[in-house]
């Protein structure tokens, strides 16, 4: 290394040390340990010989799959799946059109953006498991409630990250449009799909991902699914059932996810 680079390293600002850094310190360890005696969170609960004994045996049973039981695994994953691509559709078609309305870019009335905003960042609030649980009350046990819970869920997801980037595309085509005379729905179409297309596709695809992992546990509330088994086998201490179903369950989404973030990429590049 050159004596010039030297000389500018040693000439680079150094950071002062703030108090408020110290303080919020003080507050994220202080309330670390409030929390685990408000808790009993302990980690010495986990390592007491009774309780790593009973663990330790149920993961070896675990580890000892009824593989007999993957004829029964395998199509309940399939609807699992299934639940999961009908809500991922229904809820990310919902999504895109009510990212329209909400993006200030394209609606300019700023009262209707702001409570229909306001809608979303309510149903946003709701978690999967408490969105499964109204809409098993709602229709009954089974997928269909799951599909139902899980295109709420998905609208959520996707229609927060999409009106956001709605907002970040270049004006300048709009603005074009506007000048000659075009309606909303010509800008739309001509000026905004094509700079945003992508983004849709890479949240939908994102969205899918979570909710392959969600569906398997929604079945635990009777939301449909392999989840439903899943609870079954432990329920009844089949563990050698709960591994296989564990298995299959790990290897789907394992390739998923990869195949939803290598399609990703390639929409981004």
Request: glycine share 8%.
């Amino acid at each position: 290394m050159s004596k010039n680079t030297d000389h500018k390293l040693t000439e680079l600002p150094k950071k002062k040390f703030k108090l408020m850094n110290l303080v919020w310190l003080i507050v994220l360890v202080g309330g670390f340990f409030l929390s685990v005696n408000a808790t009993n969170a302990h980690i010495s609960v986990l390592l007491d010989p009774a309780n790593f004994g009973q663990f330790t045996e149920i993961f070896v049973q675990m580890c000892h799959p009824d593989w007999s039981y993957a004829a029964t695994a395998i199509p309940l994953l399939i609807e699992t799946i299934k639940m999961a691509v009908l809500g991922t559709v229904i809820g990310s078609a919902v999504a895109f059109v009510y990212s329209l309305l909400i993006a200030r870019n394209i609606i300019k009335n700023k009262a209707v953006t702001g409570i229909l905003r306001f809608i979303m960042n309510i149903i946003r609030t709701i978690p999967d498991l408490l969105l499964g649980a109204i809409f098993v009350a709602v229709v009954g046990i089974g997928p269909v409630a799951g599909v139902m819970a899980l295109s709420v869920f998905t609208f959520g997801v996707v229609v927060k990250l999409f009106y956001e980037a709605i907002e970040t595309i270049d004006p300048g085509p709009i603005e074009a449009l506007t000048a000659v005379g075009a309606n909303k729905l010509q800008i739309i179409h001509f000026a905004v799909m094509p700079q945003i297309i992508t983004y849709f596709i890479s949240y939908v695809l994102y969205a899918f991902e979570i909710n392959v992992r969600a569906s398997t546990v929604l079945g635990y509330i009777g939301a449909g699914g392999i989840g439903l088994y899943l609870q079954q086998t432990l329920q009844v201490f089949s563990y050698d059932k709960t591994g296989m179903i564990i298995i299959v369950i790990i290897i789907v989404v394992v390739l998923i996810d990869y195949v939803s973030s290598k399609s990703r990429e390639a929409l981004m590049k």
